[in-house]
């Protein structure tokens, strides 16, 4: 069983920087391809950015170049870097992670969810 936790959450104000992580016990992370995922209230949820097992990225058009994703192989987690935030950014981010297969991309379906982390910007 996957059991991954998110962190890094909290109040910005627009413009600032958040770093989310998404980190996993007992196994690797390295084989999975890794979601980052958001739903604001009354919304449904969104897909934000991808990462494959061999490095591939893909973001939401809402997000290029301001947020980067990236692995830490040491530590076993995914980080989302998300730069000059802005308050339509205020959602709980989800990461979820999936057996990774030539062609699959940020929208396939994914096999573990994350709990969750709020990110609230205010303007």
């Known amino acids: 069983q996957v059991h991954l936790v998110e962190s890094g959450g909290g109040l910005v104000q627009a413009g600032g920087s958040l770093r989310l992580s998404c980190a996993a016990s007992?196994?690797?992370?390295?084989?999975?391809?890794i979601g980052w995922f958001r739903q604001a209230p009354g919304k449904e949820r969104e897909g934000v950015s991808y990462?494959?097992?061999?490095?591939?990225?893909d973001y939401a058009e809402s997000v290029k170049g301001r947020f980067t994703i990236f692995r830490d192989k040491s530590e076993n987690t995914v980080y989302l870097q998300m730069n000059r935030l802005k308050p339509e950014d205020t959602a709980v981010y989800y990461c979820?992670?999936?057996?990774?297969?030539?062609?699959?991309?940020?929208?396939?379906?994914?096999?573990?969810w994350g709990q969750g982390t709020q990110v609230t910007v205010s303007s």
């Open positions: 007992v196994f690797t992370l390295d084989v999975y391809a």
């Open positions: 979820a992670a999936s057996a990774d297969y030539s062609g699959r991309n940020l929208l396939d379906p994914y096999d573990y």
């Open positions: 990462i494959s097992s061999g490095g591939t990225t």
